[in-house]
């Protein structure tokens, strides 16, 4: 959640931060009359208690026909210690209800509107020209014997998959290359779990505008990640960090199971956008004053990999109006899709602020000795829909494909794919 001081303090920049998303700006000043009752009640109840306080002492030491008196006058304070904490309890869990659904505040920098008013930060290479009519990444993995959709949807219904011989070893292959890489940055690899309790989903920022794509098992009150983050936004719960020595990098392998409600056309054909896919996602604790250098380290590591496997891709600044709940800024990495003749997303990595961090109670010891809330990001290093981008890419007239240079080794040192 954001800085109640901020609320209290600046409330046209939460106004201003709402209007950029295109939320309610309305519900700042429904905090702000509940902030005031709730402290206004919080102050109540602690000067009856104090009262009651005082009063107890008084009573045995008073005389008899006085003690009846207080006594009386005690089982008055403590009915209305009752109804003031009662009042106390409410004010604050109604405040606390409509404060988390408040997103995190955008940054200044970042453009105004919808999906598509996000700004091009740059591009890099040239969209491909392959001088044939090119397959579509489907066609190419059927073709060589990566992918079977059609008993993928046998076993488990529509958008699931087996990737098999050569499409599973893709994505263990980009997948090792992305732990390798976070391994030579400095990040600590994982292998997170799968299920988490709605206390770590809620805290991630996950339950609000995108509660429709998570599954749950209601029997067990768990729920499937989409990502990594959310694990490990949650693994330093409660706790406070030494970040004496800079930040605490971790890189998450999971599987990722999303609804994808509402997805359609295209996007539902081949292994774009489905149920369940695997990806290596970077996580990272920081200090809050710290947050944006890191932001443009983890958008650095997101290219070094893109580069690896040499397509043309653009990156993106997106719109407040796109951001999820918890991101402040957020950098998408898009590779041009030939069949598509467009630029599809790859990577993303978001500024979380203190937002997450806030929310699960992750501390780190400031320079006076006092915790403080830590700042969170994310960055996406690998994950399945990036064999999309390097089939359709590397595709050459024959039906083959050619392999990047840097993933040969970690696919068996194959250069080029050949159909069955």
């Known amino acids: 959640m954001i800085d109640p001081r901020t609320l209290r303090d600046d409330p046209e920049a939460v106004r201003a931060s709402q209007r950029a998303r295109g939320e309610d700006e309305g519900v700042v000043d429904k905090l702000l009359s509940l902030d005031t009752r709730r402290r206004s009640s919080i102050a109540a109840a602690d000067k009856l208690r104090n009262e009651q306080k005082l009063l107890g002492k008084q009573i045995p030491k008073a005389l008899p026909e006085e003690k009846q008196r207080l006594l009386a006058t005690a089982k008055e304070l403590a009915a209305q210690v009752k109804a003031a904490e009662a009042e106390q309890n409410t004010a604050s869990e109604e405040f606390d209800q409509l404060f988390r659904t408040v997103p995190n505040l955008v940054h200044p920098s970042a453009p105004v509107g919808g999906e598509d008013d996000f700004k091009v930060v740059k591009h890099v290479g040239e969209p491909t020209k392959l001088g044939f009519t090119p397959k579509d990444h489907l066609e190419l993995l059927e073709a060589l014997g990566g992918v079977d959709m059609e008993r993928g949807a046998k076993v488990s219904g529509s958008r699931f998959y087996f990737l098999t ?9 980009l997948l090792n290359m992305a732990i390798a890489q976070a391994l030579d940055n400095g990040f600590t690899p994982m292998i997170t779990p799968s299920l988490v309790r709605p206390e770590i989903m809620a805290g991630t920022g996950f339950l609000g505008q995108h509660s429709s794509e ?89 290219e070094q990999m893109l580069a690896k496997i040499e397509v043309p891709y653009r990156v993106i600044d997106t719109a407040t109006g796109d951001l999820g709940t918890s991101a402040h800024r957020k950098f998408d990495c898009e590779a041009w899709i030939p069949t598509q003749e467009t630029y599809r997303e790859l990577t993303s990595t978001s500024n979380c602020t203190t937002f997450q961090a806030r929310r699960l109670s992750v501390r780190y010891r400031g320079e006076n000795g006092k915790p403080q809330i830590a700042a969170t990001l994310n960055g996406t290093l690998a994950t ?34 050949t159909p069955r």
């Open 165 to 173: 011989g050569v499409g599973a070893q893709l994505q263990l292959g």
């Open 384 to 417: 399945t829909r990036w064999i999309v981008a390097i089939v359709e890419n590397h595709q050459q007239e024959d039906g083959s494909v050619r392999v990047p240079e840097a993933l040969r080794p970690f696919v068996g040192g194959k250069e080029v794919l």
């Open 214 to 302: 998570i599954y749950h098992l209601e029997d067990d009150d768990l729920y499937l990640v989409g990502t990594s983050e959310v694990p490990l936004a949650g693994f330093h719960a409660d706790e406070i960090l030494d970040l004496t020595d800079g930040p605490n990098r971790y890189a998450g392998w999971s599987s990722c199971y999303r609804r994808e409600a509402g997805s359609y056309g295209k996007d539902t054909r081949g292994i774009i956008r489905v149920h369940q896919f695997d990806k290596v996602e970077m996580f990272v604790y920081t200090k809050p004053e710290d947050a944006e250098a890191e932001h443009e380290r983890l958008l650095g590591w997101e």
